[in-house]
T-cell receptor, first 112, second 121 residues
């Protein structure tokens, strides 16, 4: 089945700096890659997603890039703010008939 | 706004007990899921259902069963709780037919509940 690895497991940045979280996947047939944000004590929520026919997608301060050849995708957060502090999960959709496989999560801490 | 409600926020049970975790969604979603969340392991799929009385095993179904008698309700059952089932359990739902095939719609935009932190002593 699909295997999604996420790095780093923890990331600390200064407010205003950029943050990058990287994920690799194993199944070359995977075609959908969402990112979920989970604030402390709250439920995960979808923040951005990308399909395999697109190389990059942006939504204000967040962007996701996908490299199908290398089988990795990344979340980029610019001008980080304290409210960006959370655990971020990447995921990949494997072959048809299977479901999302999530990475292990990255705890992002933005220091004021 | 979609609401996915889990019956308990915290639950403490003893080894060997039968445990029921309940989840209700109010947006008429066809697909429902149960995940467990453990530090460093992310979210792992236990079971999912794409219709009433239908269920499919996820990645870690051992020791669990599910029930979906009504469209809005999806129950996770631990037949005989063990200490290694101590975890955060998250329910989620999604809409069938948001786009294209069932697989695409099932994967798109999961709405999660707030989770149940289960401790098995």
């Amino acid at each position: 089945g699909e295997n999604v690895e996420q790095h780093p497991s923890t990331l600390s940045v200064q407010e205003g700096d950029s943050a990058v979280i990287k994920c690799t996947y194993s199944d070359s047939a995977s075609n959908y890659f969402p990112w979920y944000k989970q604030e402390l004590g709250k439920r995960p929520q979808l923040i951005i997603d990308i399909r395999s026919n697109v190389g990059e997608k942006k939504d204000q301060r967040i962007a996701v890039t996908l490299n199908k050849t290398a089988k990795h995708f990344s979340l980029h957060i610019t001008e980080t703010q304290p409210e960006d502090s959370a655990v971020y999960f990447c995921a990949g959709a494997p072959r048809a008939g299977n479901m999302l496989t999530f990475g292990g999560g990255t705890r992002l801490m933005v220091k004021p | 706004d979609v609401k996915v409600t889990q019956s308990s926020r915290y639950l403490v049970k003893r080894t060997g007990e039968k445990v029921f975790l309940e989840c209700v969604q109010d947006m008429d979603h066809e697909n429902m899921f149960w995940y467990r969340q453990d530090p460093g392991l992310g979210l792992r799929l236990i079971y999912f259902s794409y219709d009433v009385k239908m269920k499919e095993k996820g990645d870690i179904p051992e020791g669990y069963s599910v029930s979906r008698e009504k469209k809005e309700r999806f129950s996770l059952i631990l037949e005989s709780a063990s200490t290694n089932q101590t975890s955060m359990y998250l329910c989620a739902s999604s809409l069938w037919g948001a786009s294209g095939t069932w697989l695409e719609s099932a994967n798109e935009k999961l709405f999660f509940g707030s989770g149940t932190q289960l401790s098995v002593l």
